[in-house]
């Protein structure tokens, strides 16, 4: 079975700071890996994906398959990035019909 | 926003009531997902469809039947709605793309309460 599991369901950090949300995943093939992101009184919307290696918004995450870990990271947080965020999966292959295993989200704070 | 409506957005029913929600989409967009938010579970998919008539069950799909008849709606229905079921419901689509997996794009979701 897969599992996505987000062990901190809330973090704070300040304006300026580093931040990293962390995701972890159980999976036995080569899973596509996700981060969508929340805001206040808005909708679900992906953030980025492992296969695009690409930043947004100046988040970064790296798939690091040894540690089974999809982390989210950004150096210097900003107050706009205040929000939910889940990390998601999707099994490989034609039978998964794009069904997404989402992690239990964090809420991150970025104080002034 | 991706064209995707879900309706009603808010809802507060009776133990035992029926309950129909419904997504509409105007992106032809084949997939379609139903899930359900919850503090402490994320999002849990209930149930999906793959095509016009073409189902299937989720991770928890006890309690909850859906239907899709034509490409742009697809319904959730609680055939006899318990507490339990209080939560935010989303709708999402996508369009899989050779390799099976592509970006899903979420309704505004609705919030439903059961008294």
């Known amino acids: 079975a897969q599992r996505v599991t987000q062990p901190e369901k809330l973090l704070s950090v300040f304006k300026g700071a580093p931040v990293e949300l962390k995701c972890n995943y159980s999976?036995?093939?080569?899973?596509?890996l996700f981060w969508y992101v929340q805001y206040s009184r808005q909708r679900l919307q992906l953030l980025l994906r492992?296969?695009s290696r690409e930043s947004i918004k100046g988040f970064t995450a790296d798939l690091n398959k040894g540690e089974t870990s999809f982390h989210l990271k950004k150096p210097f947080a900003q107050e706009e990035d205040s929000a939910m965020y889940y990390c998601?999966?999707?099994?490989?292959?034609?039978?998964?019909?794009?069904?997404?295993?989402f992690g239990q989200g964090t809420i991150l704070t970025v104080h002034p | 926003d991706a064209g995707i409506t879900q309706s009603p957005r808010h809802k507060v029913t009776e133990t035992g009531t029926p309950v129909t929600l419904r997504c509409h989409q105007t992106?032809?967009?084949?997939?379609m997902y139903w899930y359900r938010q919850d503090p402490g579970h994320g999002l849990r998919l209930i149930h999906y469809?793959?095509?016009?008539?073409?189902?299937d069950k989720g991770e928890v799909s006890d309690g909850y039947s859906v239907s899709r008849s034509k490409t742009e709606d697809f319904l959730l229905t609680l055939e006899s709605a318990t507490s339990s079921q209080t939560s935010v419901y989303f709708c999402?689509?996508?369009?899989?793309?050779?390799?099976?997996?592509?970006?899903?794009?979420f309704g505004p979701g609705t919030r439903l309460t059961v008294l």
């Open positions: 999976y036995s093939g080569s899973p596509e």
């Open positions: 992106e032809n967009h084949r997939y």
């Open positions: 998601a999966l999707i099994g490989a292959g034609g039978t998964s019909y794009g069904k997404l295993t």
């Open positions: 999402a689509i996508s369009d899989l793309g050779a390799s099976g997996t592509d970006t899903q794009y």
């Open positions: 492992h296969i």
């Open positions: 469809s793959y095509g016009v008539k073409d189902t």
